[in-house]
């Protein structure tokens, strides 16, 4: 089960969907390694993983099209490789909170793209503070850091950063 597939899959958020999509998976004979599922406006959007022997992973390929009227979803597939170990890395979580306004992900996103920091996961969200009902926006990273930076300097650089935009942060090691 070396072969990977990704499944990327957009359409119109209603009950059932992740049953008939893994079920989809499951009778071509693949596996679900990995997927992140969420419901953005009124669209449920898919990413998976999906792992399986050659023939069963071009069973999924063939079939997509048909997939795609009866999910009534837009579905992209593309073969993969399982990613390569480049250097030494380490997990570090970056957690962020602020008043909602255009830019948060782009400024953050370019800190970390001028130190080659990779970003190896990111999600975001909004909601209405407690007791003001301002609208808040928060995002969660996990970071790929190189071994070799100074994590003393980049976690004052980074706070720096974010006392400058006016951001609520916090940057340490993944655990576990």
């Known amino acids: ?9 957009l359409g119109e958020d209603k009950p059932g ?17 990995d997927s992140r599922m969420t419901v953005l406006g009124g669209e449920f959007a ?20 048909a997939m795609q009227d009866q999910l009534g979803m837009t579905l992209h597939i593309k073969r993969t ?7 030494d890395y380490l997990p570090y979580g970056v957690d962020v909170v602020a008043l909602d306004h255009p830019g ?4 953050l996103a370019s800190f970390f793209s001028q ?3 990779n970003i190896q996961d990111l999600s975001t969200s909004t909601y ?3 007791h003001t009902g301002t609208q808040m926006f928060a995002v969660h990273m996990v ?9 003393a300097t980049l976690r004052e650089e980074f706070l720096d950063f974010c006392d400058r935009l006016n951001l609520d942060a916090v940057i340490e090691p993944v655990k576990g």
């Open 81 to 87: 490789e399982q990613r390569p170990a480049e250097g």
């Open 128 to 130: 209405a503070a407690a």
């Open 1 to 9: 089960m070396n072969n990977q597939l990704v499944i990327a899959a």
């Open 17 to 33: 969907l992740v049953d008939r999509l893994s079920g989809w998976v499951t009778d071509s004979g693949c596996n679900i390694a």
């Open 115 to 117: 130190r080659n920091i």
């Open 143 to 151: 970071l790929d850091v190189p071994a070799s930076t100074h994590i």
């Open 46 to 65: 898919v990413l998976l993983l999906v792992t399986g022997n050659w023939n069963n992973l071009a069973k999924l390929e063939n079939q997509c099209d």
């Open 104 to 107: 948060i992900v782009h400024n």
